[in-house]
C-alpha cells in the first residue's frame, strides 16, 4: 500500500469507529438499550471481522486499526444493550 493510500484509510477509519462513540456514551448514560438492534449490530460486528481479516490478507495497518476499535466499541454497545435490557425487563415483571 502507498503511503497516500493509507492516509485515506486512516481518514476513513477515523470518521466511521468515531461515529459510534456516542451511541455507545448515549448507551452508558440512559441505560436504556431498547432503541438498539441486537440483530444489525452483531452482523455488523461479523461484518468488521470480515474486514480485519481482509486487511490482514493486505497488511493494511489501517483497515486493521480501525476495524479492531470498531469491533470493541460495537461489542461494548452489544454487551450494555444485553445489560441494559435484562434490567429492563426484570423491572417489568
Known amino acids: 500500500m502507498t503511503f497516500?493510500?493509507?492516509?485515506?484509510?486512516?481518514?476513513?477509519?477515523?470518521?466511521?469507529t468515531l461515529c459510534w462513540a456516542?451511541?455507545?456514551l448515549k448507551l452508558i448514560r440512559s441505560r436504556d438499550g431498547?432503541?438498539?438492534s441486537l440483530i444489525t449490530q452483531a452482523t455488523f460486528?461479523?461484518?468488521?471481522?470480515?474486514?480485519?481479516?481482509?486487511?490482514?490478507l493486505?497488511?493494511?495497518v489501517s483497515i486493521i486499526l480501525f476495524n479492531v476499535i470498531t469491533i470493541a466499541l460495537n461489542t461494548l454497545?452489544?454487551?450494555?444493550k444485553l445489560?441494559?435490557?435484562e434490567g429492563v425487563e426484570r423491572d417489568a415483571t
Not at 5 to 16: D, P, Q
Not at 45 to 56: D, K, M, N, Q, S
Request: glycine letters at 12%; charged letters at 10%.
Open 4 to 16: 497516500e493510500t493509507e492516509i485515506v484509510g486512516f481518514m476513513a477509519g477515523t470518521l466511521t
Open 22 to 24: 456516542p451511541q455507545a
Open 34 to 36: 431498547r432503541s438498539i
Open 45 to 56: 460486528v461479523i461484518g468488521c471481522a470480515l474486514w480485519l481479516v481482509y486487511g490482514v
Open 58 to 60: 493486505l497488511g493494511s
Open 77 to 80: 454497545i452489544i454487551v450494555l
Open 83 to 85: 445489560r441494559f435490557d
